[in-house]
C-alpha cells in the first residue's frame, strides 16, 4: 500500500521555504501531492492554473538539487473541504509547515478540526529550515509590489513571473 501525503495551501506564490517542505515530505512518502487551494477569499495574485504551473516547473527545475530520496510528486487543485479532497486522493496524512510558534496555535487547532473530521488521516507537522523561518508569501508579494530583490526568497521562475506580471 503507497504512503500518500498532502500538501495543501494557497502557493500565491510558491516559495523556497515551500519548495523545502516539499522535497523533505516527499522523501517521507511514496506520493506526495501538492494540493494548491483555490481559495478566492485571498485574493489571490495568480490564477490557480498559474500557481500550479509555477509549483511544477520550480520542482523540475530544482529536483536535480535535492540529496534525498524522493517520492512521487504531484500537483492538484481543489476548492474543496481539505479531508474530502484528501480522501478522494487516498490521503493517510496531510503535511503542515511551521516557520515560527506563531504558526503553531493555528495549525494544532487545524489538525484537531481534522482529526475529528477523519481520524484516520494524520497531520504531520514539518518545521521550517531555519533559512527559511521568516519568509511567507505574503511578506513576498508586498517587497515585490514596492520594487523589492525578492530573488533569494523564491524560484527563478517565479521571480520572472513576479516581475512580469508586474509590468
Known sequence: MKRIALYPG??????????DIIYRASSL??????????????????????????IQDAINQNLQNSKRILGEIRVESFDNLLIDFAR??????IIRGLRAVSDFDYEFQ??????????????????????????????VKEIALLGGDISSFVPSNVNVAIKDKKN
Open 110 to 139: 487545524m489538525a484537531g478540526m481534522n482529526a475529528r473530521l477523519a481520524n484516520d488521516i494524520e497531520t504531520i507537522f514539518l518545521t521550517a529550515s531555519e533559512t527559511h523561518q521568516f519568509v511567507a508569501s505574503r511578506f
Open 10 to 19: 494557497t502557493f500565491d506564490p510558491v516559495t523556497n521555504g515551500h519548495l
Open 88 to 93: 478522494a486522493n487516498s490521503a493517510t496524512m
Open 29 to 54: 512518502c511514496d506520493v506526495l501531492i501538492i494540493g494548491v487551494a483555490e481559495n478566492i477569499g485571498k485574493n489571490p495574485f495568480f490564477k490557480i492554473s498559474q500557481r500550479k504551473s509555477l
